[in-house]
């Protein structure tokens, strides 16, 4: 496959877009920070599936980091994203530099409501405001009519939702589900960061979640007694710190006391000091 074009101005995006769009062809756009690896092109496929033309992007988010977070060490490989997009049949890449997205004198942000507020929220203060800025930004440089995110950020993807709904944009939110290793590890750009040894206790997640579903299977419905098994099968691997673990609504993200309807669980755990989310839905039968 040729590789794609790699476009790093607004100016020529919106030059190599707009024909489209004038077109009627239906755009796709996959936002991602890079260091792709098969969750994001799964996003990619579904894609390339539904719409006429996709756009990956390529750009990691500077305002979405914390103080203290890994955005000067967060892994970047353009060649190998490139290799992989183009074994994928993407043809157009937008991978700006820092300055083309934020001029210095940027001071507009978009702060997302209630919904941004636990679980992320409380842990990452002022991560969705950056997350919902630079996608509202990405919104409006590419006006596609689709735009795919993954179960993988749960809660990313309702801020999303949510803010497209509240703001009238008319761009379809695609979710996308969530790509594993064979293990059960979510995969995530930030799982490179563990040693082998923190890898193979990181699977401690995905247990975590399967317990949940088979006390649920099997008839459990206190939410209080669920997290509690969940935090023992995720502490028994030596050194994992959790940052929550919670059985949430799925609409609201509010604690939910029984499960007897379907309920989402979270979690935000860190191992190796490399901190991994991951999610489930559970099914009451
Ligand atoms: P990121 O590059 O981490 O910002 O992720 C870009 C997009 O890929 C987001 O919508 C993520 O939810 C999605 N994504 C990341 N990991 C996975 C995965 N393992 N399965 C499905 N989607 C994923």
New binding site residues.
């Given amino acids: 496959m040729d590789p794609p074009r790699v476009i790093t101005t607004l100016d020529d995006l919106r030059a190599a877009v707009g024909p489209l769009r004038r077109a009627g062809w239906r755009v796709g756009v ?11 092109l ?2 990619v496929h579904a894609s390339r599936a539904e719409c006429d033309f996709t756009v990956a992007w390529i750009f990691v ?1 500077p305002s979405q980091f914390g103080p203290g977070e890994d955005y000067a060490r967060y892994p970047r490989d353009l060649q190998a994203d490139l290799d992989k997009l183009a074994a994928c049949g993407v043809e157009l890449v937008f991978a700006p530099a820092e300055g083309e997205v934020y001029g210095p004198e940027h001071d507009t942000w978009v702060e997302p409501g209630a919904v941004a507020g636990p679980l992320e929220g409380e842990h990452r203060p002022g991560h969705f405001r950056g997350v919902a800025t630079i996608v509202l930004k990405l919104f409006n440089m590419i006006a596609p009519d689709a735009a ?6 749960y809660q ?2 309702l801020v999303i939702r949510r803010m497209t709904a509240d703001l009238d944009l008319p761009i379809e939110i695609r ?6 290793e064979s293990d059960g590890l ?5 799982n490179a960061y563990l040693s082998p040894a923190a890898r193979r206790r990181a699977t401690v997640l995905w247990k975590s979640l399967c317990l949940a579903k088979e006390l649920v299977a099997g008839g459990e419905r206190g939410a209080e007694t669920i997290a509690r098994r969940m935090r023992e099968v995720i502490l028994s691997a030596e050194d994992a710190r959790i940052d929550y673990v919670a059985l949430v609504d799925p609409e609201t993200l509010q604690q939910v006391e029984r499960v007897d309807r379907p309920t989402l669980a979270a979690l935000a755990v860190r191992i190796e000091n490399t901190r991994l989310i991951d999610n489930c839905i559970l099914t009451v039968e």
């Fill in positions: 996959v936002p991602t920070m890079g260091a792709l690896h098969e969750g994001h799964s996003l988010n795919y995110f993954g179960q993988k950020d990313q993807a979710v996308c589900p969530i790509v594993r979510a995969m995530s750009s930030r």
